[in-house]
């Protein structure tokens, strides 16, 4: 038998715009939102903003300040699927619980095909960063570093 697989072309992966979408509920809240996965280039500008390069040690430091508020802004929207929030609002998304934002930080990362791997990494290169003495100029913005709920995120293939 031979192989039947339909080989995609430019238009089909072009045309590809429809992305991965859950709602989360939150229950402390008595309410759920949306949570969607991020495209290509919003995964390519979430990874460019939390990696910077220390002006001292040219090394890429991460900045796990903003790791999760950042990508909430960027994953949560409204039943319509408009966002709920803007990068103007790190600041504020950082004074929600961290239990809360947890939440969502997990969902958006499994839609977006981030790891908790990838996850993991960015704090030991953090750790690793901080024990060598290089420093960032971040602005503390996201809610600290809360624990992983425990899920394990798939990579989306």
Do not use: C, W
Request: negative net charge; hydrophobic residues 30%; glycine residues 8%.
């Amino acid at each position: 038998m031979a192989n039947t697989k339909r080989v995609l072309s430019r238009d089909d992966l072009l045309g590809a715009t429809a992305r991965p979408r859950d709602e989360v509920e939150i229950p402390e809240l008595g309410g759920v939102v949306y949570v969607q996965g991020l495209t290509s280039g919003e995964r390519d500008k979430y990874e460019g903003e939390i990696m910077k390069r220390d002006r001292r040690s040219g090394q890429m430091i991460p900045q796990l300040t903003k790791v999760r508020a950042l990508l909430i802004a960027l994953s949560v929207t409204d039943a319509e699927g408009t966002p709920l929030f803007s990068e103007n609002d790190l600041h504020e998304i950082g004074r929600i619980p961290a239990r809360t934002i947890q939440k969502m930080f997990d969902k958006a990362a499994e839609l977006s095909g981030l790891s908790e791997t990838d996850v993991e990494d960015l704090e030991r290169d953090f750790e690793k960063a901080q024990r060598d003495g290089s420093s960032s100029d971040s602005q503390g913005t996201s809610d600290g570093r809360s624990q992983s709920s425990g899920k394990s995120f798939q990579a989306v293939s």
